[in-house]
Structure formats: structure tokens, C-alpha cells
């Protein structure tokens, strides 16, 4: 499957930012849907999750409570608001998926190009 992630740019702490995710193909809601981040000189860390039904989500500790993931299967699109931004924050996001749920960007077997976020302090 292929992924396509958007909806990154430059903003202020404090400020909103929605990414999507757009799937290629119609089996989309048989995946997991990540989303990872790459600051400069750092590795990729685990974001966010929402399993294949919707329900579940799982997000890494920094960013729970701000930032929400979501999907609409029907539109092969996948969603990480993102509330309350931090300069910490600052990255380059992924959207991945893979059949089974996972925290470790090496199990991923599908991952879009990335959208740069910059927040200013």
C-alpha cells in the first residue's frame, strides 16, 4: 500500500496542525495506521496509532492528550491532530502501517514520504 502524508508546515506553540494520510488502495482498513516523527539527528520515534477498527488508539507519552488520531476508511484516510503544539514537537511525521500494531518503526512495512512540522517557540 502506498501513503501519501500532508498537512505540515510553520506555527506558533500553542497552535493546531491536522496531518492526513491517504492510502492507496481500498484494503486500507486492514492496516494499522502509525504515525512517526524524525527531529534532526535523532531517530524515529513512535507517535501515535489507531488500529483497524477505530477504536483503539495508543499514543506516546509526550503527546498524550494533545494530539488524536482517527481514520475514515471510507476515504482510505487516516488523521493525527495535533493540539497544543510544542517547539519540541518540531519533527518530520511519518504515516506507516503495518497488519499488526506496533511502537517500533523497524515493523512497519509501509510508510509515506513525510510531512515537516516546525513549530516556533
Known amino acids: 500500500v502506498q501513503l501519501q502524508a500532508s498537512g505540515g508546515g510553520l506555527v506558533q506553540a500553542g497552535d493546531s496542525l491536522r496531518l492526513s494520510c491517504v492510502a492507496s488502495e481500498r484494503t486500507f482498513s486492514d492496516y494499522v495506521v502509525g504515525w512517526f516523527r524524525q527531529a534532526p539527528g535523532k531517530e524515529r520515534d513512535f507517535v501515535a496509532a489507531v488500529t483497524k477498527t477505530g477504536y483503539t488508539t495508543y499514543y506516546e507519552d509526550s503527546v498524550d492528550g494533545r494530539f488524536t488520531a482517527s481514520r475514515e476508511d471510507n476515504n482510505n484516510t487516516a488523521y493525527l491532530l495535533m493540539n497544543n503544539l510544542k517547539p519540541e514537537d518540531s519533527a518530520v511525521y511519518y504515516c506507516?502501517?503495518?497488519?499488526?500494531?506496533?511502537?517500533?518503526?523497524?515493523?512497519?512495512?509501509?510508510w509515506g514520504q513525510g510531512t515537516l512540522v516546525t513549530v516556533s517557540s
Open positions: 506507516v502501517a503495518r497488519i499488526y500494531m506496533s511502537r517500533f518503526a523497524s515493523e512497519y512495512d509501509y
